[in-house]
Structures are given as structure tokens and as C-alpha cells.
């Protein structure tokens, strides 16, 4: 397979890019699975470039600024700035993909919590995921509506759920998850489901490892309250998204009411300690306001569920002190709901609630 070359040669560059000769093989099992979604990436940003019959030569684009303040100005459709950024993550995976690349935005300590939590928890999780809740999941493919030639990138993927619903919908999607026994889940579910349009490999949401402008679509479902600096999230969400890509957020919002975050955040935390905070809508509306983002689409719900299997998905069953805790504090919370989760006597359960926040975001005009 020829390697990259000059137009000025007159070749007409070919995209897919080679595996790289010194190719280092001691590097994290997860670089192999990087190059196979880097290259079905390249090879579905030119097919869908001569489709919609934009330039494929090679012509000199402005440059991209790594803070993706306005990247309009990149113009992919080029392909030079586009196919350089491409060139060098798939040649230099170890830059993205390697041990450096973790403990960076997120503490070194939280990260071991996250990971902990959900390696415990992994099974449990994945069932509730993937297998117990599928319309649940249809509904988030349905409110993002992706397209037959959209790449999409889902961030804290998880067991894959919202990834291997939306593959049938989608040229290809990629999955990122800090934890390697979700990553396991997910390909475990991959194989049973025999789909071949996705990958998933481990990444940290701080530190998105792929580079800019790549994905037509930018998800992420129900991991912004584990998060430390969601703002950078956001921000690294947009960097990878085209510019005409749109970003999907679903999470669970904390109370407005001073009084009630904090106790409803302290019941979320001692339930499962690697939850930081469920934000505030007034919280998300202001980081989409300083990325200049715009919502395309929004719907806010309350979902009522069991208080049982809600523990359950933490790992926690009645004999566990932290899910008498939590139960113990939540009961004292009934009167005046002075947490937000309107828990109400069920038998030997309890039904609580949670507010979820569910936006379809895009770059304003201009950006």
C-alpha cells in the first residue's frame, strides 16, 4: 500500500492511510482499534466529499486552531489541513492513545474512583443499559436523528448502549470509555449484536484522542455528574465536532433551590462516590452560552423509578451500609421534598425521581 504523497507529484492522495513500518507493537492494545476508526473515518469523510462533490485536491486551508475558537475557518473540504491532522494521529497513535495521554485533566485520584466504581459495578450497569431499557435508548437515536453518512463519536460510552443503537443508522460510530471493563461489555455486546460499523476503545472525556473537526455527531449520555471539569468536556466535545456537527448532552439536572443541590448531590454521593455534581439547567444553558452553542432541540422529563433498582445499578443491595444510608437520608428528605427527588412510600421500595436534561446542540452561525 503506497504511503502519502505530493500532489505536486500529481497524485491524487489516497485515503487511506498506511500503517506506519516502525509501528511500535508494545503500545496499548487500543492503538490497533484507533487505526481501524481513523481509517473508516478518512475513508467516509472523502466518499461522502465526492458524493456532495466538494474539492479533493490538495490546496493549502487556513490553520486550525487547537482551542477550536472559530473553526469555520477550517475548511475541510480542502482535505490538506484535514488530511495532515489524520496523517499524524494514525502514524503517532501513542500520542492520543498511550498511558501519557491518561491522568491529564481529570486527578489521578478521581479517575481510580471512576474506575473503581464502575469496574464494580460493570455488570449490572451494562444489563440496565443495554438490555433492560432499550426504548429508552431508541428514544435518545430518535431525538438525535443521525444520518446514513454520519460519524459519530460517543463520549463515556459505557456498555455501548447509544452506540450499537445508533449503528444501523450511521456510516460509523466510536465509543471512548475510561474504564476497561465497560469497554469489555461493549464489545462483549458488539459480538452478540454481530455489528461492525462501531469501535470502542479507552480515552478520558478531558482528552478526547482524536483531533479536530472529525465527527458529525458528539454524544454523550448520563456522565456529566461524574465529571470534575465539565466545562472542558464541553469544550473538548466541540473541538472533534465539524463544523456543522451537533452535539448531543443527556444527564440528570440538580435542583435550582440552593438547599436542595446540595443535599440532593450529598444523596447522589454517597450512593456512588464517583459523582461530583448533577448540574443545574441554569449551569448547562451557561456553558453552551460561553462555547457559543445553540440548542436545535431540548426536552426536559422527569423519570420516575424504583429506589431498589437504582441502588441495585450501583452495586448496592439492603444488607450494604451505604444503601441504608442513602435510603435512611432520602426517607428523611419526604417531608417538603427537601432534596428534589420526590420519594414516595412503594411497599418495601420507594419511587424517587429525577430530572433529566436531554439537548441537541450546534455551533451559533459564524462560529
Known amino acids: 500500500m503506497s504511503t502519502l504523497r505530493s500532489s505536486r507529484n500529481g497524485v491524487t492522495p489516497n485515503p487511506i492511510i498506511p500503517r506506519k513500518a516502525d509501528f511500535n507493537s508494545e503500545l496499548p492494545s487500543d492503538i490497533p482499534i484507533l487505526r481501524s476508526a481513523l481509517t473508516q473515518i478518512i475513508r467516509s469523510t472523502f466518499s461522502t466529499l465526492k458524493k456532495t462533490g466538494r474539492r479533493l485536491s490538495p490546496r493549502r486551508s487556513p490553520t486550525v486552531n487547537p482551542a477550536m475558537h472559530n473553526p469555520r475557518q477550517a475548511n475541510a473540504g480542502s482535505c490538506f489541513a484535514f488530511r495532515r491532522r489524520m496523517a499524524f494521529y494514525y502514524n503517532h497513535p501513542e500520542k492520543v492513545a498511550g498511558e501519557e495521554f491518561l491522568h491529564t485533566d481529570m486527578s489521578k485520584k478521581h479517575q481510580t474512583t471512576v474506575q473503581k466504581q464502575f469496574t464494580k459495578t460493570?455488570?449490572?450497569f451494562s444489563r440496565y443499559a443495554v438490555r433492560d431499557t432499550p426504548d429508552l435508548v431508541s428514544e435518545k437515536v430518535d431525538f438525535i436523528n443521525p444520518r446514513p453518512e454520519n460519524?459519530?463519536?460517543d463520549v463515556a460510552c459505557g456498555p455501548g448502549a447509544l452506540v450499537l443503537a445508533a449503528a444501523p443508522r450511521l456510516h460509523y460510530a466510536c465509543g471512548i470509555d475510561l474504564t476497561g471493563e465497560m469497554l469489555r461489555y461493549a464489545r462483549q455486546?458488539?459480538?452478540e449484536k454481530h455489528i461492525q460499523n462501531v469501535s470502542f476503545l479507552r480515552g478520558e472525556a478531558e482528552k478526547i484522542p482524536f483531533p479536530d473537526l472529525t465527527f458529525d455527531l458528539v454524544t454523550c449520555t448520563y456522565a456529566f455528574h461524574h465529571l470534575q471539569k465539565p466545562e472542558l468536556v464541553l469544550q473538548e466535545m466541540v473541538r472533534v465536532a465539524k463544523p456543522d456537527g451537533r452535539i448531543f448532552i443527556d444527564d440528570t439536572l440538580g435542583p435550582e433551590s440552593d438547599e436542595k443541590f446540595e443535599l440532593h448531590n450529598e444523596i447522589e454521593i454517597i450512593r456512588d462516590p464517583s459523582h461530583t455534581l448533577s448540574l443545574r439547567l441554569t449551569t448547562f444553558l451557561s456553558m453552551f452560552d460561553d462555547l457559543n452553542l445553540e440548542i436545535v432541540s431540548q426536552?426536559?422529563?422527569r423519570r420516575r423509578r424504583s429506589f431498589n433498582q437504582w441502588m441495585l445499578r450501583a452495586g448496592l443491595t439492603p444488607k450494604d451500609k451505604r444503601y441504608q444510608e442513602t435510603r435512611r437520608l432520602l426517607e428523611s428528605t419526604i417531608p417538603g421534598d427537601r432534596a428534589g427527588f420526590s420519594p414516595q412510600a412503594?411497599?418495601?421500595?420507594?419511587?424517587?425521581?429525577?430530572?433529566?436534561?436531554?439537548?441537541?446542540?450546534?455551533?451559533r452561525d459564524g462560529d
Open 122 to 124: 460493570a455488570e449490572a
Open 151 to 153: 460519524i459519530m463519536l
Open 189 to 191: 455486546f458488539q459480538a
Open 299 to 301: 426536552s426536559l422529563k
Open 346 to 363: 412503594d411497599g418495601d421500595d420507594l419511587q424517587i425521581v429525577h430530572s433529566e436534561g436531554i439537548f441537541l446542540l450546534s455551533r
